[in-house]
């Protein structure tokens, strides 16, 4: 069953964050991922939202995971989780 990484997060620290969407995506092609949306200005129909959004679509969970813990994107990791403040999450696909 494929799966979704959802991302929502407010840049904190421009300059330190601005070299991680290039390293970030550089990672993503040997994991087999599909870039399913990107948005810097995301809108609140409902609640609160960070303007940053990212779907990345994976075979499964297990690939998302094999992702996010693999060495290339642990090398990369940080210039986003100290240069922004948010929330990531996994969801099953319906396939």
């Known amino acids: 069953m494929s799966a979704y990484l959802v991302a929502n997060y407010r840049v904190t620290n421009p300059e330190g964050y601005a070299p991680y969407p290039e390293a970030a995506s550089g990672t993503l092609a040997a994991a087999g991922v599909e870039v399913v949306a990107i948005d810097m200005d995301t809108e609140a129909l409902e609640g609160d939202t ?15 995971k094999a992702w996010y813990n693999s060495p290339e994107y642990q090398a990369v990791i940080g210039l986003r989780t100290a240069n922004t403040e948010g929330k990531v999450a996994i969801i099953n696909g319906m396939d």
């Not at 960070?50 to 998302?64: C, E, G, Q, R």
């Open 50 to 64: 960070y303007p940053v959004t990212v779907i990345l679509k994976f075979p499964s969970k297990d690939a998302i």
